[in-house]
């Protein structure tokens, strides 16, 4: 293939060469071929230009003429418009004669028919004012009748009157005196019913001071119980608190414990597969921490004594022992010291007793622990020769006077090894060593036994406590409901008490006006009775002067009729008269606004005829111009036409010389394209063949690396391999069947472990977290619940004494009745509504919604007064609530008002001049102009203090 690839590379170097020759011939033939095409272009748009200009001319020449048509034209119409226009004049100058004439005749009519109108109107004028002096002495007197017949009537009717009051008086008379007999009987009954009622007011009052008495005693009670159950539930919460803290701590050991934390790896993992597999469980005694218990003042002592080997594992035998080494290794476990419990043995000290007194030694290490007896030779091959001392200072003493031959621990921890040498320092005291944590989870076994005994006590203490506050609530709500029936019977006595009293006193003042009533009426009848002959004489007296002025009223009106005949004539005349003054003068206006027409015209004809003039002039030099331009384009255009024809025989020359150059280039076009045809597909074959080689480069390549990547194998290396295969599908198939094999066993993850201890240490952390949040919940609805007992107290409280400054404000605001807050449900008091009964005086006992707007108003304004009673504000905005109240309300309401002024400031915004009376400043705002608003202020006490000096 690479023999091949020569000979064309060959054959391409020399068609390569054939191609620049041809190639070069072509660029040659191609540059004279441009230059041709360049002087043919410039030839063209020389011919372009010329042709160009000549159509521009011959357009101008067609203009010329067209506008020499126009103007001839043009010049024939203003004659004639000229002509017309003179003939106009002439016609217009005879008319204007004619109207002329007729107008001064029609004036000299006028004239004189003004000159009579004017005498007659004259004598009209006069006619008129004599009739006018006529109807006014007629109208006086027509009014004066009409006064009689006025003063006529009006005597009439203070007749009837008089007659109708009289009969009414004496009605009237006869109806007092049977009503005074009834309200006497009426009086009576009620007195009696008043003295009733006070007799049992005052009984209802010594029971309603009984009943208050026993509430009190009933009150304080509940307090004293209250009082002791908070105690009760503090220490339960305390406790509760406690209980868990340790059973948190019971837990996390718990976990540590089985978990075994604190181990060491090996230990660790060997203690955790001893769980599972049964015959390491069989060998394996226990680790050395766990087969014993250690007093609590012994633990750091013992936990050091002990080290490392608290955490060695006894075992049956040494076989035990190498069988789980072996276990430990196969499965890369770590190490772990065994002790065999068939080969340990263990020897002890001999300590003088009077060395054990006088160095506080508190014994060997191994006497100081408890363990099952068939452990004894391990624990005194470990504590055996360990000395246990009280602090350091006596085990240097003892170790001066043994001359360093002991082990010494003392109960801090500090170690004296044989030999001399010291160990100690500070520990961490926040962790728990191996062997105290079983002890401290017996210690917290105890402890939440114990806490919860006494939780169980305390239990059953509040519940005796909740019973008998229940009982005592119980009967509380007894009383104050017999309190409150007690009360409204009161309030209903004093309410019929005051009923009857107030009857009584009214019927009372009834009497008395009903007979003062009868004594003004009798006086009334003797005076309308002198009263009625007075008006009888003056009705005679004006009968006859009503004769008298009708006789002369109609004398009057015969001569104002006559009269008025004559003035109707004389209108008639003048009349007429002025209609034909009218006519004329219209005659007059319309000859002289037709005469004013035509001279506005004739003196537009003459600017007419002028204007035509300076046209006809303007046209004839028009024309003039037209003509010379006309010649000058004639000679233009021929010089043109010349041009164009040299030029034209220019360009057929230069086109002919290119077609000839043209055949010789496309000759040679044609020999490049075969050329460059076989180029191509030289290189076609080269490149087919580089890819062929690059094709099989690439799979050696990958055969390479397929070896030494499945096989880790070089080339030369899987050579000593080689073997023929026979049947080559057979061994495809079974190379796919090993591949599936191998993928089969899937990936190794050797993170998994540590992922499970990380996700084990994350699920234990957040149930914890997950059992201190429930324990918290817990806790926070106990503290809700003991918070919602004192607001409920509180609130009880405070709406106690808001109910009793109510009922007193109530009664003050109103003079009277009587008012009440009532809590809708007292078994859910803090999500309770709140209902106000009242009573206003003369009213029976209803809820606020069915009252008038004045008395809600005030009712609201009651409650917002016991509300700053207790509490008082130091600041307070009232916006109108006086609006829908009555003077009298307003009063009262202002009054009472000013008792708060001490603690609270009051702002009051208000239109009502009762409530602004009370203010120590008034602030008012004006608008004087459009949009600009304007604040005054006047300073009332300081205006009452300078009119009092």
């Not at 109707?568 to 004013?596: C, G």
């Not at 070896?707 to 080559?728: C, G």
Request: a negative charge; proline letters at 1%.
């Amino acid at each position: 293939m690479n023999k091949e690839n020569l000979n064309l590379e060959e054959q391409l170097a020399g068609k390569t060469d054939e191609r620049q020759k041809i190639e070069d011939k072509f660029n040659l033939l191609k540059e004279t071929i441009e230059d041709l095409e360049s002087k043919i272009e410039i030839c063209r748009n020389k011919s372009l230009g010329i042709i160009n200009e000549l159509d521009k001319n011959q357009n101008q020449l067609a203009i010329i003429e067209e506008k020499d048509k126009f103007f001839n034209k043009d010049l024939e119409r203003l004659k004639e418009e000229k002509h017309n226009l003179n003939c106009r004049l002439k016609d217009i100058q005879k008319v204007n004669v004619d109207l002329a004439r007729e107008k001064d005749i029609t004036q000299e009519e006028y004239n004189k028919l003004l000159e009579e109108y004017n005498k007659k109107t004259l004598e009209l004028e006069k006619s008129f004012e004599v009739l006018q002096e006529k109807e006014r002495e007629i109208e006086l007197e027509k009014n004066n009748i009409i006064k009689i017949y006025n003063n006529s009537s009006d005597k009439k009717s203070e007749l009837n009157s008089i007659i109708s009051f009289n009969e009414n008086i004496e009605k009237r008379i006869s109806q007092l005196s049977k009503e005074i007999n009834s309200m006497y009987i009426e009086k009576k009954i009620n007195i009696e019913k008043y003295d009733d009622l006070v007799n049992k007011e005052d009984e209802l009052k010594k029971q309603l001071c009984t009943l208050r008495d026993e509430l009190e005693n009933i009150k304080k009670l509940e307090l004293d119980n209250s009082n002791d159950l908070d105690i009760i539930n503090k220490k339960i919460n305390t406790n509760n608190m406690e209980i868990q803290s340790k059973t948190s701590s019971f837990k996390l050991l718990k976990n540590m414990e089985e978990d075994y934390e604190g181990y060491y790896k090996g230990v660790k993992s060997l203690l955790k597969a001893a769980k599972k597999e049964i015959r390491l469980k069989e060998g394996l005694m226990g680790v050395v921490a766990e087969l014993i218990n250690v007093d609590e003042k012994f633990e750091r002592a013992i936990d050091i004594a002990l080290g490392s080997n608290a955490q060695n594992i006894v075992t049956k035998t040494e076989e035990d022992a190498k069988n789980i080494i072996e276990y430990l290794k196969h499965n890369k476990l770590g190490r772990v010291t065994f002790l065999p419990l068939n080969i340990i043995k263990g020897n002890t000290l001999d300590i003088n007793p009077q060395d054990r007194n006088n160095f506080m030694i508190h014994g060997l290490g191994f006497e100081l622990i408890k363990f099952d007896r068939k452990y004894e030779n391990i624990f005194k091959f470990l504590l055996g020769r360990t000395i246990v001392i009280e602090n350091i200072d006596y085990g240097i003493k003892f170790a001066n006077k043994s001359n360093h031959s002991y082990r010494i621990v003392t109960l801090e921890g500090e170690v004296l090894n044989p030999g001399g040498s010291m160990t100690g320092g500070s520990h961490n005291t926040g962790g728990i060593s191996i062997i105290s944590r079983k002890g401290r989870i017996q210690k917290l076994i105890e402890d939440i036994n114990e806490l919860n005994k006494i939780q169980e006590s305390l239990e059953e203490e509040r519940n005796i406590f909740l019973d008998k506050q229940k009982d005592i609530r119980e009967k509380k709500i007894k009383l104050e409901e017999s309190i409150k029936d007690t009360e409204y019977s009161i309030i209903d006595v004093k309410n019929q008490k005051e009923k009857y009293m107030n009857e009584a006193t009214r019927l009372e003042e009834i009497i008395n006006k009903s007979k003062k009533e009868i004594d003004s009426l009798d006086v009334e009848i003797n005076n309308y009775e002198n009263k009625k002959k007075e008006l009888l004489a003056l009705l005679a007296q004006l009968d006859e002067d009503s004769i008298n002025q009708k006789e002369k009223i109609k004398d009057l009106t015969n001569h104002y009729n006559e009269e008025k005949l004559v003035r109707e004539d004389k209108v008639k005349v003048v009349t007429d008269m002025k209609i034909n003054l009218n006519l004329i003068h219209s005659k007059i206006n319309n000859l002289q606004e037709k005469l004013t027409k035509n001279e506005s015209e004739f003196e537009n004809i003459n600017n007419s005829i002028k204007e035509k003039d300076e046209l006809i002039i303007s046209n004839k030099d028009n024309i003039e111009e037209i003509i010379e331009n006309r010649a000058t384009l004639d000679e233009k255009i021929k010089e043109l036409n010349i041009i164009e024809g040299d030029t034209k025989k220019e360009l057929e020359g230069l086109i002919s010389d290119k077609n000839k150059f043209m055949e010789g280039f496309y000759s040679e076009q044609d020999r490049l394209k075969e050329i460059n045809k076989l180029i191509v597909d030289t290189e076609k074959n080269i490149n087919s063949n580089e890819v062929k080689l690059a094709r099989i480069s690439v799979q050696l390549e990958n055969y390479h690396k397929k070896l030494a990547d499945d096989y880790e194998l070089s080339y030369e290396e899987a050579l000593v391999y080689e073997d023929e295969i026979k049947n080559t599908q057979e061994a495809i198939v079974e190379a796919r069947r090993l591949k599936v094999e191998i993928k089969e066993l899937g990936t190794v993850n050797l993170s998994s472990i540590e992922e499970y201890k990380n996700l084990k240490e994350r699920l234990d952390f957040i149930l914890n977290q997950q059992k201190d949040l429930i324990n918290a919940k817990e806790n926070l609805k106990e503290v809700i619940k003991d918070i919602e007992n004192k607001m409920k107290n509180q609130f009880l409280i405070n709406f106690n004494e808001i109910n009793t400054n109510f009922q007193e404000i109530f009664k003050i605001l109103f003079n009277g009745g009587q008012a009440e807050l009532i809590i809708e449900n007292n078994e859910d008091i803090l999500n309770s509504g709140i209902e106000i009964k009242i009573q206003p005086p003369g009213k029976k006992l209803q809820s606020l919604t069915l009252l008038s707007g004045g008395e809600k108003s005030l009712t609201a304004v009651a409650l917002l007064f016991a509300i700053l009673k207790l509490k008082p504000s130091p600041f307070c905005i009232l916006d109108e609530i006086d609006a829908a109240l009555d003077e009298a309300n307003i009063s009262r309401y202002t009054n009472y008002l000013k008792t708060f002024c001490d603690d609270t400031q009051f702002v009051l915004i208000t239109h009502r001049k009762t409530t602004m009376e009370i203010a120590d400043i008034l602030y008012g705002v004006a608008m004087e102009e459009e949009g600009i608003s304007k604040l005054i202020s006047v300073k009332l006490k300081d205006n009452v203090d300078e009119i009092a000096s």
